[in-house]
RNA sequence: GCUGGCAUAGCUCAGUCGGUAGAGCAGUUGAUUCGUAAUCAACAGGUCAAGGGUUCAAGUCCCUUUGCCAGCUCCA
C-alpha cells in the first residue's frame, strides 16, 4: 500500500503495518513518542493496522489529537483506581478536554481533595502495572447484559440510547472494563506524570433535574516537567485574574451589600468611558444614531414582548402606584417603542439604534464571577430595522464592525451559530429564513464557526463571538440576533415604495457584549498592563526630592494641556520606592525628574516595558506618547 | 439554584490539644532630601462574616444564614 506522509512524502508499507510499525520505519524517536495515528481524517490507534492507500499522520503528545488520546486513556486509569478504592461507584463518563480529562461518578459519598492523594497513589500503580487496552465490540443485547451484571446502569442507559448502527466498543484493561469509542492508548504504562486538580458535582448528562453526579478532574502529561510546567503556567495565570488585578488596581469592587452589582472606581472609569467615547465614534461613523430608554417600564410591555413567558426567572419586579413594573433585562422593548413613536419610510431604513444600556438579569448566585457574570451590566446594543432585502449586507455590516473593535485590542475570537431553542416563539419558516441569512452572511466573508445547537434567543438565532480569559475559559462577548418576531409582536411598520405598510426586519446585537465583562476580559489579556490609550494613569511624575517639586508642578501642567492623564508623586520618598509603585501600578511611563532635568529642562523617561529610556524633551516624549494614544497602540 | 471547599486588620497571611488574637505590606506621625523595583523609627488599626448552640472557657467544636472560590446549570 501507498501512504503519503505529514510531510507530504509517499512511502510504500507492506499491508496490515500498524501505526506504531510505520512510526518504527520512519524514526526511533517517532515510533517512542507515537500515540495514535490519524488514517485519512480519522483518528487510529497505534496498533491499528493499515490494509490501503492514504494519508498517515502519526500523532504524538504534541498534537491536539494525541492529546485527546492521552488524556482518554488517563481517566480511564483513574476511573480503575477508584473502582479499586471505592466499591459502590457507579461509571458514567470520563471524557478528554481541552486541559486535561474528568470523569464523573455516582457516589454516596463525595469525594474531597483529601482523597486525591490516595487516588493518584493508586493510578500510579496501574501505570506501574502497565495494562494492555483490549478493545472488543459486543451486539446491544449482549452489551447490555454485560453492562447491567456489572451494576452499571449509567453504562446501561448509554447504550440503550446509542443509535440502531452503532459499534458498541469495550475497552479492557486489566479487571476494569469500560463502555468507550475509544481510541486509546495500547497500554497504562504510557501515561507518565498525573495530578488530579479539582473536584466538582455535576448534572448527569448535563441537566440540573437528574442527579448530581461527583466529577472529578485531572490531568497528565509524558514527562514530569510538562506537568509541572502547567502547574506553574497555572499559578501565573491566576496573578492576572481581573478580580485580584481589579483589587490591586482599584478598578472596581463588589460589596456582600450587592452581590454580583459591581461598584465602578474613578480608575475603572477611566477605562470604562474610554471604551464609550470610542464606541460613540465608530458607531456615528458608520450611521447609528443613539437613544437611551428607561430601567424600569410597565409590566405589560414585558408580557407583549414576550419576555413574561420566556425570561421572568430572570427578571427582577417593582411596584409603582400599586401598578406592577419590571427592571429591564433587555433593552429591546425600549428601542421598538422609540421606533414606533414616529412614521417610517422605506427611504428611513435601515435605521440602526444604538444605546449604552444598563440592564438587570436575575443571574444564579453561584453563576456570578467578578466582572464577567454580574446581575447588573451595560450592554453596548443596538437594534437595526431593516427590510428584508437588507438584511445580509446589514449581518455584514455588523460582523465586520466587531471585526475591526476585536482586531484593536488584538484579540482572538472564535464564532458560534446558535440555532432555536425549544422554549422559543415564532413559526418554522421565519426561523430557518432567520438562520439561513446568517449562515449566509458568515459563509460572504469566510467566517469559521461552530454550530451551537438550539441555544438561540427565544426570539431568533444568535452569532456570538467569544473570547478567552486568563485560563483559557471563554466568555460570550459580542452577539447578532436576528429577529422577525418583536417586530411583529410590537407591530411595527415602514410605508415602502409602492405606498404600503411593510413589517421591518430587526437585527439586536453588542460589540462588547457588556462594557462590563468587556473591562474584565481586558483585564486579563493585559495582565492589567492597558495599553497607554486605555491606561488610567498613563504618566507618573516622580520627582527625585522635594525641590524638584516645581518643576514637576511645571512638567505635569504640560502634559495635562495636552489631555495626558497624568499623577504625581510628590511624597518624601526615595526614587527607587515611587518607581516600584509606579511599575506595580502598570503605568506605561513614569517621568523622573531631579536636578539634570531642572537644568535641562529635559524630562528622564522610563517605561514600564522597557525600563530606562534617558533623557528626552518635553516636547519628544509628548509627541511620541501622543502619537501612541493616537494609534491605539497595544 | 446544586455539589464541594473557604471566610482572622485596608491587602496577603500566621494562630498548636478549646485557655481570651499576631506578622509583613498599606495607613498616620516624626526623622531623612535621596538618580531608575521597597530609608529608619514610633503610633494606630479587630464584634475573628452574621446569628444561635456545646463548654468553666470558642477564632478554634456543632447548627443556621450570608458572601466568596471551583465546577455543573444558565448566560452578555
Redesign the pocket.
Known sequence: MKIILKDGTEKEFENGKNVYEIAKSLSQRLAKEAVGGKFNGKIVELFTPINENGKLEILTFDDEDGKKIYWHTSSHIMAQAIKRLYKDVKLTIGPAIDNGFYYDFDVDE?F??DDFSKIEEEMNKIIKEDLKLERFVLPREEAIKFMDEKGEPYKVELIKDLPEDAVISFYRQGEFTDLCAGPHLPSTGMVKSIKLL??????WR???HNK?L??IYGISFPKKSMLDEYLNMLEEAKKRDH?KLG?ELDLFS?H?EG??FPFFHPKGMVIRNILEDFWRKEHAKRGYLEIKTPIILNEELWHRSGHWDHYKE?MYFTKIDGEDYAIKPMNCPGALLVYNSTMHSYRDLPLRLCELGLVH?H????????L????S?T?DDAHLFMTPDQVESEILGVIKLIDYFYKIFGFDYFVELSTRPENSIGSDEDWELATNALIKAMEHIGLNYKVNEG?G?FYGPKI?FHLKDSIG?T?????IQLDFQMPERFNCEYVGQDGEKHRPVMLHR?VF??I??FIAILTENFAGAFPTWLAPVQVKILP????HLAYAQNIQQRLLENDIRVELDDR??????K??EA??QKIPY?L?L????VESGNV?V?SRKE??LGSKSIQEFLSSILEEIKNKSL
Request: charged fraction near 30%; hydrophobic fraction near 30%; proline fraction near 3%.
Open positions: 463525595p474531597t481533595v479539582s473536584v466538582a458535582g455535576a448534572y448535563g441537566d440540573e448530581m461527583q466529577r478580580r483589587k463588589i456582600n452581590p454580583g430572570n438579569r443571574e444564579l448566585s453561584g453563576a456570578l464571577h467578578g464577567m457574570r454580574v446581575r451590566f450592554q441555544d434567543a456570538d475559559r466568555w460570550q462577548c459580542g452577539t453588542v457584549g457588556s462590563e465583562r527625585i526630592s522635594d525641590k518624601n520618598e526615595k526614587i527607587g520606592y518607581i516600584r511599575q506595580m513614569m523622573i531631579g536636578d539634570k532635568e528622564s522610563r525600563g530606562d
